[in-house]
């Protein structure tokens, strides 16, 4: 049981802890309007204009929090509240999709890695909790193994979707300044609120991956 709390349950807590924070800094600084006045999408299309980027096209979707570069459709992905709302943090989340359509546009490494790390990520996810299931019916070595091989896949992932995260973040707040979109002090502070809470959720689904991978490979020491 200790085990499980520790490996599982911690993770678990951080897991539901970086979401709050993620709603809340959202949920305050989407109420911020910016001084320049700039929706989300204004942002977005004035970074890739000013990147030498064409070929993107910034696009409204309905999916709250939804946001999104798709480099195989070379869309950016952009919830309502973040496209058409002049906020401070409409400005953070546009820009930080922005910055992933740089790092497409320049060949960045990680990005390259975890797009083809996809197909395998994608398999290994639809396949883990059938797995899981299974396991927790049949005590079975095979399923173990199985469970662990999905775990690792998405370590591996998450892993390298930090780096990809943290640099998008970097790139958004630099350019953010450089283009005067936002103004120093408040605007820049949200801006990091923001930012900073949404890598806390992509930390938060390593060490949970991390967890689980260690817990399912201790359980099949003891079988």
């Not at 951080?14 to 942002?43: C, E, N, P, Y």
């Not at 883990?128 to 173990?144: E, G, K, R, T, Y």
């Not at 609120?193 to 817990?215: E, H």
Request: glycine share 6%; proline share 4%; with cysteine.
């Amino acid at each position: 049981m200790t085990l499980w709390l520790l490996l599982i349950g911690l993770p678990l807590v951080l897991g539901l802890f970086a979401q709050a924070r993620v709603s809340s800094a959202f949920g305050h600084w989407k109420q911020i309007r910016a001084t320049s006045g700039m929706t989300g999408a204004d942002a977005a299309r004035a970074i890739l204009q000013a990147a030498g980027i064409r070929d993107v096209e910034v696009v409204a979707i309905r999916d709250m929090l939804g946001d999104h570069y798709d480099p195989s459709n070379k869309r950016l992905c952009l919830s309502p509240e973040v496209y058409s709302t002049p906020s401070v943090a409409a400005l953070g989340i546009a820009a930080h999709e922005a910055g992933h359509a740089i790092q497409d546009a320049k060949k960045y490494g990680p990005l390259k890695t975890r797009m083809a790390l996809v197909p395998v990520t994608t398999f290994a996810s639809q396949l883990l909790w059938p797995v899981m299931i299974a396991s927790m019916f049949f005590h079975l070595l095979p399923l173990l193994h199985l469970a662990i091989f999905c775990f690792a896949v998405l370590s591996v992932f998450q892993l390298i979707t930090l780096p990809v995260e943290f640099d998008a973040s970097r790139r958004a707040k630099v350019i953010l300044g450089q283009m005067n979109f936002i103004a120093p002090g408040e605007e820049t502070d949200g801006i990091n609120r923001v930012l900073n809470a949404a890598a806390l959720t992509y930390v938060a689904a390593f060490v949970a991956s991390i967890g689980n991978l260690i817990y399912f490979f201790l359980a099949q020491r003891d079988e």
